[in-house]
């Protein structure tokens, strides 16, 4: 009634259908329109989610934000394989490999949610068990600083002396030691000797305890820490 259709109006409406059908013309039908579930829905309902369950949600954030956003707008049963091999092939271009097969990860977590939870139905997630495939990195090639490099390193980002991440700091303890980054995330005060000056790094699956020693530099970032 508040549109204006009444029974006045749907009777005309009637009669009107039934003379178009005498004199053999198409009755015009107006079908409502499927509301379609696009990507964005499926990552909305998927990053509600994870905020309780997983400590890096904020990365996932990004990533979405900066790589998926050709997707946003897409129904999401209407992406293909190809769309996310066409992706890789994009952003290989400009991204290390680890980085390409977390955006991914990231787009097959999304889509394996929206299928779990019923948003979807009788759809193949594009991206699971293994059919879009990264490049693996391959070590042997991998370069080395040189000492001017190095250098040049820390003098950019000694403007993130002290900030909570601790970039220039973990940057130092790297260089200076040529430790991993998860032997240096893992040591403990007990681990240095100031008086010998000495770093002791426990032994790992990848490489035997052992002790090094700090130069004057570590020695100033580990003690501002």
Do not use: C
Request: hydrophobic share 35%.
């Amino acid at each position: 009634e508040s549109e204006g259709v009444n029974i006045t109006f749907s009777y005309q409406k009637y009669l009107d259908s039934i003379q178009n059908i005498k004199h053999g013309e198409a009755v015009p039908i107006k079908r409502k329109r499927r509301k379609i579930f696009t990507f964005e829905n499926a990552f909305t309902e998927y990053i509600a989610h994870v905020k309780t369950e997983k400590k890096t949600w904020d990365k996932d954030e990004e990533l979405y934000a900066n790589h998926l956003k050709d997707f946003h707008q897409k129904e999401l049963v209407s992406l293909t394989q190809k769309n996310f091999n066409d992706l890789k092939v994009e952003r290989s271009k400009t991204h290390s490999p680890r980085t390409v097969e977390y955006i991914l990860a990231v787009a097959r977590q999304i889509i394996n949610y929206a299928i779990n939870n019923d948003l979807v139905k009788n759809y193949v997630n594009p991206v699971a068990n293994g059919k879009v495939k990264v490049k693996k990195i391959d070590n042997a090639n991998t370069g080395f600083f040189t000492h001017e490099q190095a250098n040049l390193l820390l003098e950019n980002l000694e403007e993130h002396k002290s900030s909570t991440l601790h970039i220039y700091e973990l940057t130092v303890l790297l260089l200076h030691s040529g430790a991993r980054f998860s032997e240096v995330a893992s040591l403990t005060w007990d681990d240095i000797d100031y008086k010998e000056k000495t770093i002791y790094f426990k032994a790992t699956k990848e490489g035997n305890a052992r002790h090094i020693s700090m130069t004057n530099l570590v020695e100033e970032v580990l003690k501002s820490l």
